[in-house]
Nanobody, 124 residues
Framework: QVQLVESGGGLVQAGDSLRLSCAAS????????MGWFRQPPGKEREFVTTISWSGGTTNYADSVKGRFTISRDNIKNTVYLQMNSLKPEDTAVYYC?????????????????WGQGTQVTVSS
């Protein structure tokens, strides 16, 4: 019954921007941390960014710091990922995740719910 559904992916050129959305249903996550992870083709899933329950604390992977911004709207039960200055190495399936704790974690095993993923492809 609990679902996380990502949207907003697509094919863009290097230097372009995308905004991903993750809509949660089945329960509210207003007291829980959220995060974004990605899986490049042929590689393991990796940490991108996390946000705490109230949005006051965020963390980013070094590879996206300064280019990506995570935010959340607890009224809408939705988390967002704004991606600017996209690079070909950003190409991956992007996954939204929810953790039943107030603070986020970069550890993929710390999350309890996952979305189905949305494809982001960046051409050079």
């Amino acid at each position: 019954q609990v679902q996380l559904v990502e949207s907003g992916g697509g094919l863009v050129q290097a230097g372009d921007s995308l905004r991903l959305s993750c809509a949660a249903s089945g329960r509210t996550f207003s007291n829980d941390a959220m995060g974004w992870f990605r899986q490049p083709p042929g590689k393991e899933r990796e940490f991108v960014t996390t946000i705490s329950w109230s949005g006051g604390t965020t963390n980013y992977a070094d590879s996206v710091k300064g280019r990506f911004t995570i935010s959340r709207d607890n009224i809408k039960n939705t988390v967002y990922l704004q991606m600017n200055s996209l690079k070909p190495e950003d190409t991956a399936v992007y996954y939204c995740a929810a953790r039943l704790a107030r603070l986020g974690s970069a550890n993929i095993n710390a999350y309890d719910y996952w979305g189905q993923g949305t494809q982001v492809t960046v051409s050079s």
